[in-house]
């Protein structure tokens, strides 16, 4: 694309050419149609609107030094996208559609595609929704999967910098055996009035406690914590936190480092043990934590007070970016070259 000013992006929404989609009907996935629409025509009583049948994923190609695009462990999305439907009674996609569909769309917005050497990426967002109407509270029996894409900046403009996140117990993003677990649209619904005044306050992000004790970390918003000590990367384990594919795959380099591994649930408290503290997703990859203010316990837990982030964060980050732009070897088979 001539101008486009690539390392001026953001995390936006910008028109592409074309969308793909697929239909479920008559108990069965239809071929795939390429759409060159913004819009969808929905039946007003669609499942999606009433009762939130809706989950969605996300997921980036990388243009490569060498001009190849990369989309980075896809098999993963399309595995947790069925999850997702199971815990909704949706209608599953298989899992070879569910790629079909991302290559298709990636090539055909190719020119969307920003160079190697904006930092930015092409985000993929996938999409399942019940579009069967229903009025009584029941699964539609009619189901659409789509997939656009849109260019983003990179995450950090100024540099991978560390900022603050809050912990405040009058919240709560997802139920202790509700749907934190799955990627549905309702658990961001649940958690914008938390999101919110956590930003007007001048934090990034919530980091939720569990649901049910409020003793034990669960996650940030729309991202998986960890925390490094003593050679050690520990992630929170917990029936609400979202498994994210980033913390996934962040916990294999982790290892491969000779750092040992650690998911288990995490006592508030061993936050003040904490080398360095992080959030980890697809957005920023991992976005380091300057401090974590428990505001109800008026306390603060400092890692950083240079804006810079610690040595761990800064080689887990500089190893799975290099592996997704191709800068780095594949020895996991996590990349697809599909351009
Ligand atoms: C998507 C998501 C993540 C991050 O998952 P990735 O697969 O790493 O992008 C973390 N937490 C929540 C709640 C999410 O929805």
Redesign the pocket.
Known sequence: MENMNWSDLTFGYIKTDYNVRCYYRDGKWGELEVSSSEILNLHMAATCLHYGQEAFE?LKAFRGKDGKVRVFRMDENAKRMQASSRGLLMAELPVEKFEEAVRKAVRLNERFIPPYESGSSLYIRPLLIGTGAQVGVKPADEYLFLVFVTPVGPYFKEGFKPTPVCIMREYDRAAPHGTGNI?AGG?YGASLVAGNKAKEAGYSAVLYLDPREKKYLD?C????FFGIKDNCYITPQSTSI?P????MSLMQLAEDMGLTVERRSVPVEELATFEEAAE????AVIAPLSRIDDLDENKSYVYSTDGKPGPVCEKLYKKLRGIQYGDEPDTHGWVQVVL
Do not use: F, V
Request: aromatic content about 0%; glycine content about 18%.
């Open positions: 996300g990627k658990n996650e918003g729309p991202a998986n979202l994210s594919i980033t913390n980890c997703g697809t957005a």
